[in-house]
């Protein structure tokens, strides 16, 4: 009789931290902006894809809405954390909206600035 062994599944749970956060835009002209914004920031990875656009960064990244009503060809203040909601379908890692920015964590405690301590897990 012969022993059979199987492939350890590549869906298998990870639990390790990926140091990573980002979101999913519509692939529409404000989202291309933003990407296109983003792509020039540090750390950060742009892929287009067909009907979305993802846009994913180390540590942290910062969507100022200034620099992004600017490429827009918009006054300041013009684009705002309504139209980032807008045109975002989904994100990972901690999303803090502030007045002039929307800022992406990817480990929660690097965010305790600005929602304060964070509760212990037990």
């Not at 291309?32 to 894809?49: D, I, P, S």
């Not at 600017?70 to 803090?96: C, K, V, W």
């Amino acid at each position: 009789m012969s022993q059979f062994t199987t492939a350890p599944s590549p869906f298998k749970s990870d639990s390790t931290p990926s140091n990573m956060c980002g979101v999913t835009l519509m692939n529409n002209q404000i989202g291309a902006v933003v990407a296109e914004v983003m792509a020039g920031h540090e750390g950060v990875k742009v892929v287009h894809l067909p009907s979305m656009i993802r846009v994913d960064a180390t540590r942290r990244m910062d969507f100022d809405y200034d620099e992004i009503s600017e490429a827009l060809g918009e006054e300041p203040g013009f684009f705002d954390a309504a139209q980032f909601e807008e045109n975002m379908s989904t994100h990972y890692g901690r999303m803090i909206h502030e007045d002039d920015r929307t800022i992406m964590f990817a480990n929660p405690e690097d965010a305790i600035e600005y929602i304060g301590e964070m509760p212990e897990v037990r």
